[in-house]
């Protein structure tokens, strides 16, 4: 069964930057990756995806501040977060796109 590790979060004041890490071990093959975040009390949202030809869709509250990538054909994917805002605060967890796998999250907290 295929697990995914989540890194990288952590506090940062708002306009600082973040980089996630999603790392993916097992035998199997990952055709699309997303990352969600959950804040307390809020719905989980799909905040980013990329798929194996490179394309990426973001959701648009992170448009242009946000980064998904793969790093170098790996089962490692990243998150560039960056002009971080207050309302980025939440638990990020990646994830196959179709919600079966998931990490344990890592918290990111932004702070003014």
């Known amino acids: 069964q295929p697990q995914l590790a989540e890194s990288g979060g952590g506090s940062v004041q708002a306009g600082g930057s973040l980089r996630l890490t999603c790392v993916a071990s097992?035998?199997?093959?990952?055709?699309?990756l997303s990352w969600f975040r959950q804040a307390p009390g809020q719905k989980r949202q799909r905040v980013a995806d990329i798929y194996t030809d490179g394309k990426t869709s973001y959701a648009d509250d992170v448009k242009g501040r946000f980064t998904i990538s793969r790093e170098n054909g790996e089962d490692v994917w990243s998150l560039q977060m960056n002009s971080l805002k207050l309302e980025d605060t939440a638990m990020y967890y990646c994830?196959?796109?179709?919600?079966?796998?998931w990490g344990q999250g890592t918290q990111v907290n932004v702070s003014s």
């Open positions: 097992g035998n199997w093959r990952m055709y699309c």
């Open positions: 994830s196959d796109c179709s919600g079966t796998y």
